[in-house]
């Protein structure tokens, strides 16, 4: 099973909204874990867009989409997500849920868990 699963990607507009979620296998937990969102647009490498992290109790955004993005976790249910306001057509990708329990660059690709992705394409 895979660690992490992503849900709620979609066909919308621009400025219109989208909420992404991310479940934890059923044995995991994201206790003690840094979470977070990476996407990858076509043609391009994946990119970091949010992450939370334990060790430094804070959270952070790429400059792209700071102000419209909101990333949140639901300790209750090992749920993580990603608030996705006043999308872009410069959104489209395809996002990942990201995890790692040791500390690390949040900003670098080397997550040790990756879920399979969920299309967001934003389009007129």
């Known amino acids: 099973q895979a660690p992490l699963v992503e849900s709620g990607g979609g066909l919308v507009q621009p400025r219109d909204s989208l909420r992404l979620s991310c479940a934890a296998a059923?044995?995991?937990?994201?206790?003690?874990?840094?979470v977070g969102w990476f996407r990858q647009a076509p043609g391009k490498g994946r990119e970091f867009v949010a992450a939370?992290?334990?060790?430094?109790?804070?959270?952070q955004y790429s400059e792209s989409v700071k102000g419209r993005f909101t990333i949140s976790k639901d300790n209750t249910s090992n749920t993580l997500y990603l608030q996705m306001n006043s999308l872009k057509p410069e959104d489209t990708a395809v996002y990942y849920c990201?995890?790692?329990?040791?500390?690390?660059?949040?900003?670098?690709?080397?997550?040790?868990?990756w879920g399979q992705g969920t299309q967001v394409t934003v389009s007129s």
């Open positions: 059923s044995e995991r937990t994201f206790s003690g874990y840094a």
């Open positions: 939370l992290s334990p060790w430094s109790h804070s959270t």
């Open positions: 990201v995890a790692r329990s040791t500390k690390g660059n949040i900003y670098a690709l080397d997550w040790s868990d």
